[in-house]
């Protein structure tokens, strides 16, 4: 079972706040991801590392923010949340496992944000 | 860019039916595909990894299959189980990311 962690699962919050979406896995994997998901939509890449002071933007533009100061940690921020950032924030890590030619992906729970 | 489409988007079977998922993509140029479940507010969990050079994977009840010349791939479900009701995706690296479909809902009644 992959160890990775996303807090809160859930949050409710008014227009213009700043918010932070934590991330953190315990498996050492360099590489580290943002997915956004709307309700019955696909995935969409919003942010990725590479590894420590290493952070992408995805393919989905995205009025976010990410850092990457330590290996197993990979918060995301909101500096003023507004309606329209109300999803489904889904972190992963990869790692290439033994015997394989590409990383394998693994998902935190996620958080479901509302921005009322 | 990659487009993954996945047929049907919804399905309802009685319980002990095998069943199969299907998923389909437009750029070959892919380095694995995975296929996740996602429950209910919960996150995605891998079932299958199938490495470009591959041609199916099995996990116990699940079997995947890779055509890549066709830009197809199928997720087969044998002995469905009401606690096989989720949300498929189907999901292609072709890089530093995934590109995922809208995936399949299953609904396995008993």
Redesign the interface.
């Known amino acids: 079972e ?1 160890d990775i962690y ?1 807090t809160p699962r859930y949050l409710v919050i008014g227009t213009g706040k700043k918010i932070t979406l934590e991330c953190s896995q315990t498996m050492g994997h360099d ?1 580290m ?1 943002w997915y956004q998901q709307d309700p ?6 919003i942010h ?1 590392s ?1 590894g420590v002071n290493s952070t ?1 933007k ?2 989905l533009s995205s009025e976010s923010t990410v850092s990457r100061i330590r290996t197993e940690h990979f918060p995301l921020t909101l500096e003023s949340a507004r309606p329209s950032h109300t999803s489904q924030y ?1 972190c ?1 890590s990869s790692a290439k496992l033994a015997g ?11 958080t ?1 944000l509302t921005v009322l | 860019k990659q487009e993954v489409t996945q047929i049907p988007a919804a399905l309802s079977v009685p319980e002990g039916e095998n069943l199969v998922l299907n998923c389909s993509f437009t750029d070959s140029a892919i380095y694995n595909l995975q296929w996740f479940r996602q429950d209910p507010g919960k996150g995605l969990t891998s079932l299958l990894l199938i490495q470009s050079s591959q041609r199916e994977q099995t996990s116990g009840r699940l079997n995947a299959s890779l055509d890549k010349s066709s830009g197809r791939s199928t997720l087969y479900i044998a002995a469905s189980q009401p606690g096989d009701s989720a949300t498929y995706l189907c999901a292609l690296s072709s890089g530093y990311a995934l590109n995922f479909g809208k995936g399949t809902s299953l609904l396995v009644t008993p």
Do not use: I, N, V
Not at chain 1, 100 to 110: N, V
């Open positions: 992959a996303q590489k991801y019955g939509m696909e995935l969409h890449l990725y590479y992408e995805g393919d889904l992963a394989e030619g590409s990383d394998t992906q693994y998902f935190g729970p996620g479901r």
